[in-house]
C-alpha cells in the first residue's frame, strides 16, 4: 500500500421518531455534496474531526455526500434513495481505488420502507465492495445484527451529552489509519438484551450507563483482540424490532473471551433494567417547589420537559410549561416555542406593538394544543448563531452554525417567549443569548430536553426539575403504540 491513503467519505444522520405525525422530507435535510463536504472544516462537527484527521496523516479524501437533519418524524424512502444514487455512484466509479470507506451515521433512521435505514444501505455497500469500511455512529444508535454484519469498525461516542462526538470522530479515523496500515478487517459483534430505556435513563454521569460504559473501558483493555467496546443506549421513540439497548465489540477474530465479554455487558444491563426506566413526576406536583425557589432568589429553576424534548424528534411546540408560568404569574420566566406560522404573523409587526394569536400546540396530537395569548413584540432576528460551546451536544448533530430560521421574542405578561421558525435543540446557551434573552438573569426557564441540555444549563441552574407532560416523548414508555418492536422487552413486558 502506498502512504496515501484513499477514502470515501460521506454521512447520513437522522434519528428517526416514528410516533410523530407527518415525514421528514429532502427538503429537511441539510445537504452537502461532493466537495462542499469540506466546509465542515472548523465546524467542531464530527465531519470536521475526520477531515482534520485526513489532512494530517496523508489520507486523500473522496467526498460523497452528507445529508443531516433534526430528530423528526419517519424519513421518506426518496431521502434513502436520494443518499444511495449519490454515493453508489462514487463508489462504483472509486472502488478498485480506496483503501476504505468512513460513513458517519446515526444509527436510528426509519423510513416507510425501511426499519434499519444504515443497516440497508450498509448491506448494499457491501455487496457492492469489501473495502475496509470504518466510522461512528450516535450513542442512541438502534444497532442491528446488519449493521454489525456488513461493517468493519463503527465507534459510538461514549457521552451523553455528546461532548465527544468530534472526538470519537477522531478516534474512529484513527483506528481506520492504523487498520489500512496493516491491511486488517476486524469483525463486530453483536447483542441486543431485552431493555429499552427512555432518554431520560440514558445520561452517562448517571446509572446504569456510568457503569456500563466504565466496564466497556475495562473490557477495552483486558483483551488485545478487543479494538473497540460500544455501548448503545438505542433510541425508544423508533418502532423497529431492533430498538433499545445493545452492545458491539469491534475484535480482530472472534473468540469465546470476546463473546463472554459481550454477555458480561448484557449480564449487567439487566441487571440494571430498572435504574434506566426513569420516570418523572408531574409538572403541576412541581410549581410549588419552584415558586419557593423563586421567592428565596434560588434561580434560575428549570423545568425540563422531555416529553417534548427537540433532540428526541418532538415538535418543540408544547405550551404546557408556558400554561404553567403565567397559570402560576412565573414572573422573568421564559421558554422556546417552534410555531414558523406565529413567527410569520408576527414578524413585521413594529417592536412593541402588541396581537392576540394563538402558538404552538400544533405539532402533535399527543400534546396540549395551542394556547391563546396577548403578545407584545420585543425584537426579530434571522435566527442565525454560533454556538457558545464547541463541545456542545449539537456541535454533534451539525456543526457549530446553527439557524433557527426567523424568530421573535415576544411577552406575555411576565414570560419571555422565543418563537423560532425551525425547531432548535436546547443545547447551547446561545441560543437564548443571541436573541437578547440573558438565561443566567431569569427566574425560571423551560427547556424542551431530556439529558443534551446538561452541558449548558447545569451550569448556571440553582435547581432543575425533570417533569412529565403529555407529549410524543413521554418517559412512559408503555402509553406509546408500539407494533414491531421484538417482545417481550422491559419495560413493556416483565422480564
Sequence with gaps: MS???RVLLAGFFHETHTFVEGKT???DFDQRIGTE???????????DGVLQFASEHDWEIVPSIDLRATPSAMADDKVVEFWWSKFSEDLEREKESIDGIYLLLHGAMVSPSFDDVEGELLRRIRNVSGVLLCGVTDLHANFTQTMADNSHALLTYRENPHTDARETAVRAARLMDELMEREEKPMTLYAHPPIMWPPTGTATADEPMKSLEKMA????KSQTDILAVNVHAGFSFADTPATGVSFSIV??????EVREALQQLCDAAMNAKEQGNIVSPTLESVMPNVKKLIAE????????EPSDNVGGGAPGDDTAILRAFLAHEIENSAVVINDSVAVDSLFDLPIGATQKIAIGGNGSTLGSGPIELELEIVSRSDGKFQLEDPHSHMASMGGSFIDMGNCVVAKSGGVWILLTSRKTAPMDLGQLRSQGITPESLSA?????AVAHRQAYDPIAAANFTVETTGPCSSHLASLPFRKISRPIYPLDKI
Design 3 to 5: 502512504s496515501r491513503k
Design 251 to 256: 475484535a480482530k477474530k472472534n473468540t469465546p
Design 217 to 220: 473501558r475495562e473490557l477495552e
Design 37 to 47: 463536504l469540506w466546509n465542515a472544516l472548523g465546524d467542531a462537527s464530527p465531519l
Design 445 to 449: 426557564i423551560g427547556v424542551k430536553a
Design 297 to 304: 432568589d434560588r434561580t434560575p429553576v428549570l423545568l425540563i
Design 25 to 27: 422530507s429532502l427538503a
